[in-house]
Every structure is written in structure tokens, then in C-alpha cells.
């Protein structure tokens, strides 16, 4: 590696500044995490970042240093950092109200659940919330499994669907699996990964494999087929062409219902469509979304059709928080600027600039095996080799710990580690990424 300059580039301009900070200090703050929180509770970088405060697509240290937030919070700001019409929502109705639950009625869950219904397709109408993306894939299960009295249930290899114990069962990803008994009744089909996968783009070729395993490894009749529209944890793979609409068909034949995983593709962040799903051509029976629904609110949602819904009448079910006032008031809020701001616009604007940026630096960089992903959900694989995609996985984490140094913050994933995870705050401006742009060139030039 070469020698480290400073950055040829510069933030934009931005009129905000941070309250000082006056707590402990980073390495206090370090000290107290080693000795109190659990140790699976990693940071994110070799030599850490301490976030003390954050203002739209921006994230500032303790010492006041401004960073352009290129991981929105691992896919969880949508419209920005503290947006100002977001907190005067959750402000209000903290001082109202904080707590209640179903049992009680409440304006804010009911109309909260109208509002999101309306920007559903089909008779996607019915909603239960929740408090995390593991929470909702888990209702989803359980409802897919009570509605079709079936027990199987096909998953894509490469996924990620949670933490929770039956969510783990899920993924398709060795790195987040406990060896634990988890993952009865999940069986993992050939993931449709244009970039890796073994019938490339081919969707029809990945398809006919799931036919196969719904036919040796279940009884012939599934409970449900779960996914996401593009894989994030897995490294932003989008699925083959015409995957869904023939995995659709073969599930349901198979008297299963289709599952989509919103948590990270939803909300406007692909840009061409509203939800994840809709861009390839699909309308699921049971939608799970999280993340961006709340803008860093700790709020989730199940949204599916009144006939399915029904199925959790059978028995009683509650959660405490779920459609807590305080979370749907910020929810509602996210909507309104969602549509205010026409954020899904600039979605397919400005990461249609950013992707077009990226691919003018694999031009540059052969250590860059693919670009990808839609809207600002894009992925940036490196690879040793262009002809046998060997994972970059050294290359990858000098240019993440660099492009830190020098300002931006960017995930990373994928099984290897070799993946940049590109999802920044929406509100992402075409200065920011072209200052997000110089950073990573210099990076990949330090190689």
C-alpha cells in the first residue's frame, strides 16, 4: 500500500452545525463497551468512528468532524438524519402521549395503518406492526404456515432475513448462523445471482432448480417462499431476470404464498418503483418491511390480505409496542416526506448518477468485478480477478477503513466481505456523491 495523503476532495457545503459534545470520551466510551456490552456487539471499522450527532445524509464525531453517511444507518435513514418534519412528529406526540397499546384505541396506529395500506398493491390491505424486520419475517411464517395448514417453507441461499431464532433459519449465509438446532422446515434454493451464480441472468434456469427442491425435499405442498427483491446483507444481488414471476407461479402451484422481504428495497429506495418487489413485476401475499419505514424508529410492519390476516384471529396475539403512538406518528411522518419530497425520485436520479460514477471507476479499476443494484440500493463488488472473481477481501478493507479517514462512510457485505453496500440517506445529493466518488478513487489508487 502506498503512503496516505490527505483527501482530493471536499465535503459540500452544509449549514448546520453539530452540539458539542461533553460526554465520555472515545476511548472511555471504548473501555465501557469491552467491559459491559456483549462481545458479538462489533464496530464497524479497525479504528472506530464514535457518532455523537447526525443531520440529514451527514454523521458527526465527537470532535465535530462531518461525515457523509454512504450506509444510512445499515439502510435505516431513509429521509435523512433528525429530518426536521420526522422529529416534530415524534416531539408532538411524545408530549401527548408515549405508550398505549391495542387495547386501547389510538388515532395515530389506525390511520398510520390506512395510510401505509393505500401505498400497497392489490388487496394488500391488512397491517400488523411490529418493532424489527426479525419480528415480521417471523409473523410472516407463521402466517404463510397457518393460512396453508403446510410447514415448508424455500428460501434463496445468499439471504439474510434476521436475527430472531426462526429467522436465523433462514439465512442463506454461514457467517450469521449460530450452531444452534435452527432452520426446520427451511430449505435454501440456488440463489438467482446474475454476477455468481452458476445459470448467470438466467431466472427460468434458477427457477426450474426450486421447482426441483419443492419436489425432493418437501412433500410436493409448501407453506411459503421468502426473499428479498435485492439481497443487502448478501452484497446488494439483484435477482436474475425473470426469477420471480416463475418462482411465483411454482410456489403457488405448490399451495404456498410468496413472501416479499422489504425491509431494505422499500420505501422508494429503488427508485423506478415504491416497493422492491414491484420491480419485477410481482405482487406478493405477504409483504414484511422495517428499516426505512421508520427512519431509525424502532418499527416494523407485516402488511398482507384480509383473508390471510384473518388466520391470526384464531388465538390471541399481542405485541406491546407494535404500532406504539410515538413510532406511528414518526412512520406517518416518513411517509408524508417520502411523497413531499418526492424522495423516490431523487432516488432514481441521484443513484442513477452514482451507479453511472461507479461504473466509470470499474472502467479505471480493475480490481472492480461488478456494479450493481437499483436507485440508491447499489453494490460494488471487488475481485482479484475479473476471470475467476476471486473476492478482493484485503483490497476491500483498506479502501473501507480509507474511504473513513477521508470522510465517507460506506458499508460492506457479502459472504467474502469483498461487497461495498452503497445505501446512503435518500436525501443524498449529486454533490455528495460526486465528493463520495473522488474519495473511493483515491482509495482504490492507494492499492
Avoid at 433528525?82 to 408515549?98: G, S
Avoid at 395503518?113 to 388487496?123: F, H, Q
Avoid at 423516490?344 to 480493475?366: F, I, N, T
Wanted: a negative charge; glycine letters at 12%.
Amino acid at each position: 500500500m502506498s503512503s496516505k495523503p490527505d483527501s482530493v476532495a471536499q465535503l459540500p457545503p452544509f449549514d448546520y452545525d453539530p452540539p458539542p459534545y461533553d460526554g465520555p470520551s472515545k476511548e472511555e466510551v471504548i473501555a465501557l463497551r469491552k467491559q459491559y456490552l456483549n462481545p458479538a456487539m462489533l464496530w464497524h471499522f479497525k479504528d472506530p468512528v464514535m457518532i455523537t450527532s447526525g443531520k440529514m445524509q451527514y454523521l458527526y464525531d465527537e470532535t465535530g468532524r462531518r461525515y457523509l453517511d454512504a450506509f444510512g444507518g445499515i439502510v435505516t435513514v431513509s429521509v435523512g438524519h433528525c429530518h426536521p418534519e420526522v422529529n416534530k412528529a415524534v416531539q408532538a406526540q411524545t408530549e401527548r402521549l408515549q405508550h398505549t397499546t391495542v387495547i386501547y384505541l389510538n388515532n395515530q396506529i389506525a390511520e398510520y395503518a390506512k395510510e401505509l395500506a393505500d401505498r400497497m398493491p392489490g388487496n394488500l390491505k391488512v397491517v400488523y406492526f411490529v418493532n424489527s424486520g426479525s419480528e415480521a419475517n417471523d409473523m410472516a411464517l407463521m402466517m404463510a404456515r397457518l393460512y396453508t395448514g403446510q410447514y415448508d417453507i424455500m428460501a434463496l441461499r445468499n439471504c439474510y432475513h434476521g436475527m430472531s431464532e426462526s429467522t436465523m433459519g433462514l439465512v442463506g449465509l454461514n457467517t450469521w448462523r449460530a450452531n444452534v438446532p435452527l432452520g426446520f422446515g427451511v430449505h435454501h434454493a440456488l440463489n438467482p445471482d446474475p454476477y455468481r451464480g452458476v445459470f448467470g441472468n438466467d431466472g427460468a434456469a434458477y427457477a426450474r432448480d426450486l421447482q426441483d427442491l419443492i419436489g425432493s425435499a418437501t412433500s410436493g405442498r409448501v407453506a411459503g417462499f421468502i426473499h428479498e427483491t435485492i439481497q443487502g446483507v448478501g452484497g446488494a444481488v439483484p435477482l436474475a431476470d425473470g426469477y420471480l414471476p416463475a418462482a411465483y407461479d411454482i410456489v403457488r402451484q405448490a399451495g404456498g404464498l410468496c413472501i416479499a422481504d422489504e425491509v431494505q428495497s422499500g420505501f422508494g429506495r429503488c427508485g423506478s418503483h415504491y416497493w422492491g418487489f414491484q420491480t419485477a413485476g410481482v405482487v406478493p401475499d405477504i409483504v414484511t418491511m422495517a428499516k426505512g419505514i421508520g427512519n431509525g424508529l424502532p418499527l416494523a410492519a407485516v402488511v398482507t390480505t384480509p383473508e390471510i390476516a384473518a388466520v391470526m384471529g384464531r388465538k390471541l396475539h399481542f405485541n406491546t409496542f407494535g404500532g406504539n403512538p410515538v413510532c406511528s406518528a414518526g412512520g406517518r411522518a416518513v411517509l408524508r416526506v417520502i411523497d413531499d419530497e418526492r424522495i423516490q425520485e431523487r432516488a432514481a436520479d441521484v443513484g442513477a448518477y452514482l451507479k453511472a460514477g461507479l461504473e466509470r471507476l470499474a472502467d479505471k479499476h480493475d480490481v472492480i468485478g461488478d456494479v450493481r443494484g437499483r436507485g440508491l440500493l447499489l453494490g460494488m463488488e471487488l475481485v482479484k480477478d475479473r476471470a475467476t472473481k476471486e473476492p478482493a477481501k484485503e483490497e476491500t478493507a483498506y479502501v473501507f477503513e480509507r474511504a473513513k479517514d477521508l470522510g465517507v462512510l460506506l458499508g460492506k457485505g457479502g459472504l467474502h466481505g469483498n461487497v461495498f453496500r452503497i445505501k446512503p440517506p435518500m436525501c443524498l445529493s449529486k454533490q455528495d456523491v460526486d465528493f463520495l466518488l473522488a474519495v473511493v478513487d483515491q482509495a482504490l489508487s492507494e492499492l
